[in-house]
């Protein structure tokens, strides 16, 4: 899938602790994305990063902080989850932006009890 | 597999036979459109996109037809498989080069057989 691997696939915490995701690219694309998809809302962008050490805030970004250090990574963490944020995050490259497809990784089901 | 999707508007098609599955867009600046379609428990897969300067697109088995006075997209499937039954999303940049495309809520397809 376009040279996308997240990690974990799955996981399982408690409401509190802190959780970081991870979204690591071989495509050398400037672009990444972390998106949440939950039923009745589709996917909706929480960050995006437009390269190394920039990022930018999407619709649904409380609670949630990210850091670019290199291009290939992107992580993602929740620095106290909330059962709230229980939901498959999908992290997306793109080499143009808005402007040209966004490719998305296969998803990280995270479950916050 | 994935919770995704529930809830959602859901087109059933007879397999052999054409599907058109239909994304309405409210701004009139938005430049460029795309199709993803998404299998149970993966990430959204680019099918086809077209900008703002065209009408009609085709790529394989797939075409996209963009009526910008009535702010219309459709995906159009020939000879629908077993294999299309799937979500399927729109998604739009809202112009001026913006990083960032949003999503429509996703139309299930299902195959009869």
């Known amino acids: 899938d376009a040279g996308i691997t997240q990690s974990p696939r799955h996981k399982v915490t408690e409401t509190g602790t802190p959780v970081t995701l991870r979204c690591h690219q071989t495509?050398?694309?400037?672009?990444m994305y972390w998106y949440r998809q939950d039923p009745g809302h589709g996917l909706r962008l929480i960050h995006y990063?437009?390269?190394?050490?920039?990022?930018d805030k999407g619709e649904v970004s409380d609670g949630y902080s990210v850091s670019r250090s290199k291009t290939e990574d992107f992580l993602l963490t929740l620095e106290s989850a909330t059962s709230s944020q229980t939901s498959v995050y999908f992290c997306?490259?793109?080499?143009?932006?808005?402007?040209?497809?966004?490719?998305f990784g296969d998803g990280t089901r995270l479950s916050i009890l | 597999g994935e919770s995704v999707g529930l809830h959602l508007p859901t087109l059933s098609v007879q397999e052999g036979d054409n599907s058109i599955i239909n994304c309405a867009y409210s701004?009139?600046?938005?430049?460029?459109f795309i199709w993803y379609k998404q299998e149970s428990g993966k990430g959204p897969q680019f099918i086809i996109d077209i900008r703002s300067n065209m009408d009609k697109r085709q790529g394989q088995r797939v075409t996209v037809l963009l009526n910008k006075t009535v702010k219309h997209l459709s995906l159009q499937i020939a000879a629908t498989q077993p294999g299309d039954s799937a979500v399927y999303f729109c998604a739009e940049n809202r112009g001026n080069r913006d990083d960032k495309i949003i999503f429509g809520k996703g139309t299930r397809l299902h195959i009869l057989p």
């Open positions: 990063s437009y390269g190394v050490k920039d990022t």
């Open positions: 495509e050398n694309h400037r672009y």
């Open positions: 997306a490259i793109s080499d143009g932006g808005g402007v040209q497809p966004q490719h």
């Open positions: 701004n009139s600046a938005s430049d460029y």
